[in-house]
């Protein structure tokens, strides 16, 4: 896949009351606001999990993170759809490898920014 600065990608999803519950025994995070349903019978996403919605897109990327910043903006529950836009800002070719940057802004259905973020990595050739 060639990229270049300015590309953008897109992808959505939502998460299960079920898979919220096996993050948090992958995890062991089990704080009582993923584990317990609420007067909606929805629990609240863990961060991490949200933030995986973009790892489908460096997996399409052959993307290989070197950091990932993460500002939570807004809490994420499972009647919530999550659209996760990943912006190219910065590619240089090296020597085997492409280093790349990106941005990522992840919106509830609402349009509402849950998330937002930074990484760095490389592509190799």
């Given at each position: 896949?060639?990229?270049?600065?300015?590309?953008?990608?897109?992808w959505e999803?939502?998460?299960?009351?079920?898979?919220?519950l096996?993050?948090?025994?992958?995890?062991?995070?089990?704080?009582?606001?993923?584990?317990?349903r609420?007067?909606?019978?929805?629990?609240?996403?863990?961060?991490?999990?949200?933030?995986?919605?973009?790892?489908?897109?460096?997996?399409?990327?052959?993307?290989?993170?070197?950091?990932?910043?993460?500002?939570?903006?807004?809490?994420?529950?499972t009647s919530?759809?999550?659209?996760?836009?990943?912006?190219?800002?910065?590619?240089?070719?090296?020597?085997?490898?492409?280093?790349v940057?990106v941005?990522?802004?992840?919106?509830?259905?609402?349009?509402?920014?849950?998330?937002?973020?930074?990484?760095?990595?490389?592509?190799?050739?």
């Amino acid at each position: 896949m060639e990229i270049k600065q300015g590309d953008v990608f897109t992808w959505e999803r939502s998460f299960t009351v079920e898979e919220v519950l096996q993050f948090a025994e992958i995890t062991g995070d089990k704080g009582r606001h993923h584990m317990e349903r609420n007067e909606d019978g929805e629990v609240m996403v863990h961060g991490l999990l949200t933030a995986s919605i973009g790892t489908k897109i460096g997996g399409d990327m052959h993307y290989i993170a070197r950091e990932m910043v993460m500002e939570y903006i807004r809490p994420v529950f499972t009647s919530d759809t999550i659209s996760c836009e990943v912006t190219i800002t910065k590619v240089k070719e090296a020597e085997g490898y492409k280093n790349v940057e990106v941005q990522s802004v992840y919106r509830n259905q609402k349009g509402k920014e849950v998330l937002k973020g930074t990484s760095y990595g490389i592509i190799r050739n």
